[in-house]
C-alpha cells in the first residue's frame, strides 16, 4: 500500500514483528527478505516463470491444477519492475507486498483472474502504471479489480470520515466480492508486518480492524483470515490478555497426554467399524477462541484447547458419522447444531456435536464434506470466478445457494441497503449495529424456506426480511402457529407466518423501529418516516398493527384501526335506508343479526322511542314476543348500502387470515372491525363486521369467502336469545 511505501533513501525503522499466533497450515510462513532478494535478482526471461512467484504458483496449482500460468507472470513482471527501487518500512523490497497478498489469496484457492489482480493491486497508486494499460494487458476484468482496491485504499476509516467513506467503498466493491477479498488479505498482510508502525498507529489500525473487517471477513465467510485478524488484532489491542493466553497454550502443549488425540483415536475407531471413510484432524483453537472458551468455563482442560474435525465425501456421510458418534460415545445434546440443512448466511456448512469422556472432558466436533471444509475456511474465495460458468461439481455444490455469484446474501443486502438509507448516519449506524452482531438465528417460513435474522431479531425483522418496503403493509404475525404482536423476539428454529394486509396505503407505525434490529428493517421504516413527516404517528391503541389487538384481529389497517377496536363509540355506518310504520322514528339496525336487504325483517320499539330492526329468524325475536312486546312493521327503502356481521368456520392452516382478507376485499367490502378466535382442535372462528356498498352482493361475498381453502362454512353473526 502506499503508505507502507518509502524513499530507499531514508527507509523506516526495523522493529520487531508484533508477536502472532502460529498458524494453522503446514506451509512456513515465506521469509519476505529471501522473497524480496528473489524478486530482484531472480531470472525473469521472457516464458519462463519467475523464481519469486514459485511458491505462488506451487499454491495456485494445487487448487487450479490446469490453471494458465502466462497472466501471472506477466502481472509479476509489470509490478516488480514498476515497483522497483520502493522500499517498504520494514525495509524489504515493496514487491514483497503483493507478492505475499497473492500468496495469501493462493492458498485459500483464488482463481488466476485474482491473482493477477492481486499482483498489480498497488500498481496503479504507487506506480506510474495506468487503468487502460492494465486493460490493454490483462483485460477489462482484471482492470475492474484493480480499480476497486484501489478506490479501497482511498479510504479514510477515520471517524469522521467513516459514514459516507464506507459507502462509497460499497459502491466501488459491491459489484464483484473479489475486490474485498484482495483489501482482506492486503489487510492481513500488513496487519503481520505491523510491528515496524508507532504504537498509536499500530492501535488505530487493529481498531479499524476490529470494528469493520473482521466483520466483514466473517460475513463474507472467509474465516481463514478473520481468524488470524482476530490473533493479530488481540495481540495489539489486548497485549497482557494475549500474552496470558500464550502461556495457556504452551503449558498444554507441553504435557505428556493429549485428552483430544485420544478421543481423536476413538473416534476413527468407531467409523472404521462403522465402514465409514473419513479423516479426522485436530484443529487447535486460535488465541482469541482459547481466550473466550476461558472467560465462558473458567479453568480449561486439555480437550478444551482444539476441537475434532471430521472430513467425508459425501453429505449423507456427514449424518452417518453423527448417527454412529452419538452412538458410541455420550453425546452433548445440547451442543448439536444442524448448518448443513440450513446453512449460514455466509455459506457456512457443517455439523456441530460434543462427545464426552468419563473424567468429564468434553470435546466439540466439526462434520463436514472437503468441498463444505473448502468454503468454510475461504467463503466467497473458494468460488472462483463468478463470471464463468461453473462446473458440474461446482452446480452440485452450490445447490442454488444464491442466484447471483457476485453477491453472496448479505452482501447484496447490503448494497441494498445504503442506496435505501435516508443518510450516511443512518446507514453507519444501522451497519455497525448489524457487524456487532455475532450470532444469526435461522427462522422458517410456512413454505418451508428459511430467513437469517440476528439473535434478537423480532416479528418486524422477519417482515422486511421477506417482503422488502412491502412490509410496511404487515398487521400481524404467527409464530409456531399462534398469533403473535409484531413485537414478538424470535427464537432459533421458530416458524413465522406474517400476515399482510391488502390497503396499499398501509404505512409502518413509529414505535416499529423499538422493534426493528436489523439493518433492513430500520432503514426501510426510517426512509419512510423521512418521505412521510407526518405519518407512523398512531398511539399503540390507534395502530393496532403493531400491538396484541393488530395481531389478534389480524386485519388490514382500516380495520385494526376501527372504533370498536381502539374501545372508541363506533361511528354511525352508512345503513341501508329502512322505512317505518311510526312516522319520525328513528331506526337501528340490531347488531346481533345484522340485516340486510332482502332479509324478512321485523321491528320493536326500544328507550327514547328508536325501532330496532331484526331479521324475522333472529332468536331475539321469538324472546321478545314471549314478553309481550308489539312488533312494529318496517321494510326496505332504495338504499342498498349495508353493515353485516358473518362468521367464518375453518381449519388452521398457513395464510388462510390473508386469503380470507383478500377474497373479502375482492368482493368489494370494507372490514369495519374483526376478531379471531384461538383455535380449538384444529378449528379457527373469524367473525367480521363488513361494510357492503350494495347489499345484492352478500351472496357472492359468502361464496366467496366459502371458496378459500380450509374455509367449511360462513353464516350471518347470530346471537343467542336472552335468559327469561
Not at 495456485?60 to 502481472?75: F, T
Not at 464434506?369 to 468454503?375: A, E, I, N, R, Y
Amino acid at each position: 500500500m502506499s503508505a507502507e511505501a518509502t524513499n530507499p533513501a531514508t527507509p523506516g525503522p526495523v522493529a520487531p514483528p508484533a508477536p502472532a499466533p502460529a498458524r494453522r497450515k503446514s506451509r512456513a510462513r515465506i521469509d519476505l527478505r529471501r522473497l524480496g532478494r528473489a524478486a530482484l535478482l531472480g531470472p525473469a526471461a521472457r516464458g519462463r516463470l519467475p523464481d519469486a512467484i514459485s511458491h505462488v504458483v506451487e499454491a495456485h496449482r494445487a487448487h487450479h491444477p490446469d490453471a494458465d500460468l502466462e497472466p501471472l507472470r506477466r502481472a509479476y513482471v509489470l509490478a516488480e519492475s514498476s515497483h522497483r527501487g520502493q522500499m517498504r518500512k520494514s525495509g524489504e523490497p515493496y514487491i514483497t507486498h503483493p507478492l505475499a497478498v497473492t500468496l495469501i489469496l493462493a492458498e485459500l484457492g483464488a482463481e488466476t483472474t485474482t491473482l493477477t489482480a492481486s499482483l498489480l493491486h498497488d500498481t496503479v497508486e504507487d506506480t506510474d502504471v495506468t487503468l487502460d494499460q492494465v486493460r490493454e494487458q490483462f483485460g477489462e476484468e482484471v482492470r475492474y479489480l484493480v480499480d476497486g482496491v484501489t478506490k479501497l485504499e482511498k479510504v479514510d476509516y477515520g471517524a469522521a470520515a467513516e459514514p459516507e467513506t464506507f459507502r462509497k467503498m460499497l459502491v466501488a466493491t459491491g459489484s464483484d466480492v473479489r475486490v474485498m477479498s484482495i483489501k482482506l488479505a492486503d489487510r492481513l498482510h500488513n496487519m503481520r508486518t505491523l510491528g515496524v508502525m508507532r504504537p498509536e498507529k499500530q492501535a488505530r489500525i487493529a481498531k479499524v480492524t476490529r470494528d469493520v473487517l473482521i466483520p466483514l471477513a466473517e460475513r463474507l465467510g472467509v474465516q481463514a483470515l478473520k481468524t488470524e485478524l482476530e490473533d493479530l488484532v488481540f495481540a495489539i489491542l489486548h497485549p497482557e490478555e494475549y500474552e496470558h493466553t500464550r502461556e495457556l497454550i504452551a503449558v498444554n502443549a507441553a504435557r505428556s497426554d493429549d485428552p483430544l488425540a485420544e478421543i481423536a483415536d476413538e473416534v476413527r475407531g468407531v467409523l472404521r467399524e462403522a465402514d465409514i471413510p473419513a479423516e479426522v484432524l485436530i484443529r487447535p483453537r486460535h488465541f482469541v477462541s482459547v481466550h473466550r472458551v476461558a472467560r465462558k468455563r473458567g479453568e480449561l482442560r486439555g480437550a478444551d484447547f482444539g476441537r475434532l474435525l471430521v472430513l467425508v465425501n459425501e453429505d449423507a456421510d456427514c449424518y452417518g458419522v453423527l448417527g454412529e458418534l452419538h452412538t458410541c460415545l455420550t453425546p452433548v445434546v445440547s451442543e448439536f447444531k444442524d448448518f448443513i440443512a440450513v446453512p449460514k448466511f455466509n455459506l457456512y456448512q457443517s455439523l456441530h456435536t460434543a462427545v464426552t469422556r468419563a473424567d468429564g472432558q468434553v470435546a466439540e466436533v466439526l462434520i463436514r464434506t472437503h468441498q463444505m471444509h473448502k468454503v468454510a475456511e475461504a467463503g466467497v474465495v473458494a468460488l472462483g470466478n463468478p463470471y464463468a460458468p461453473p462446473s458440474e461439481e461446482q452446480s452440485q455444490a452450490a445447490d442454488g445457494e444464491r442466484a447471483d455469484p457476485t453477491r453472496p446474501g448479505w452482501l447484496s443486502r447490503l448494497l441494498d441497503w445504503q442506496q435505501a438509507a435516508p443518510d450516511p448516519d443512518t446507514f453507519w449506524s444501522t451497519l455497525r449495529e448489524d457487524l456487532a452482531q455475532d450470532r444469526e438465528i435461522t427462522v422458517f417460513r410456512p413454505d418451508g424456506g428459511t430467513l437469517g435474522l440476528p439473535e434478537g431479531a423480532t416479528c418486524v425483522d422477519a417482515a422486511y426480511a421477506q417482503y422488502g418496503e412491502d412490509a410496511h403493509a404487515c398487521i400481524g404475525a404467527r409464530v409456531n402457529g399462534r398469533l403473535a404482536t409484531l413485537s414478538t423476539v424470535l427464537r432459533d428454529g421458530d416458524t413465522v407466518q406474517l400476515l399482510m394486509g391488502q390497503d396499499p396505503a398501509s404505512e409502518p407505525s413509529r414505535e416499529w423501529l423499538e422493534h426493528a434490529h436489523t439493518p433492513a428493517a430500520r432503514i426501510a421504516i426510517q426512509r419512510w418516516l423521512a418521505t412521510h413527516p407526518g405519518g407512523g404517528t398512531e398511539s399503540e391503541t390507534d395502530d393496532t398493527r403493531g400491538n396484541a389487538a393488530g395481531a389478534e384481529s389480524g386485519m388490514p389497517g382500516a380495520a385494526a384501526r376501527s372504533a370498536e377496536a381502539a374501545g372508541a363509540p363506533a361511528a354511525r355506518p352508512r345503513g341501508a335506508e329502512v322505512l317505518v310504520d311510526r312516522p319520525g322514528a328513528a331506526v337501528r339496525l340490531a347488531g346481533c343479526c345484522t340485516p340486510v336487504p332482502p332479509d324478512e325483517i321485523t321491528g320493536f320499539a326500544v328507550r327514547g322511542g328508536v325501532v330496532t330492526v331484526h331479521r324475522v329468524e333472529c332468536a331475539a325475536v321469538a324472546h321478545m314476543k314471549s314478553r309481550g312486546r308489539a312488533e312494529i312493521g318496517v321494510r326496505w327503502g332504495d338504499a342498498t348500502e349495508c353493515r353485516v356481521t358473518l362468521v367464518a368456520e375453518s381449519f388452521g392452516r398457513p395464510h388462510l387470515l390473508a386469503d380470507l382478507t383478500e377474497a373479502i376485499a375482492l368482493e368489494g367490502a370494507e372490514i369495519v372491525s374483526a376478531t379471531v378466535e384461538p383455535p380449538s382442535q384444529q378449528r379457527v372462528r373469524h367473525t367480521y363486521t363488513l361494510q357492503l356498498p350494495d347489499a345484492t352482493h352478500l351472496p357472492a361475498l359468502m361464496r366467496a369467502m366459502r371458496d378459500v381453502p380450509g374455509v367449511y362454512d360462513v353464516s350471518r353473526a347470530q346471537n343467542q336469545a336472552p335468559a327469561s
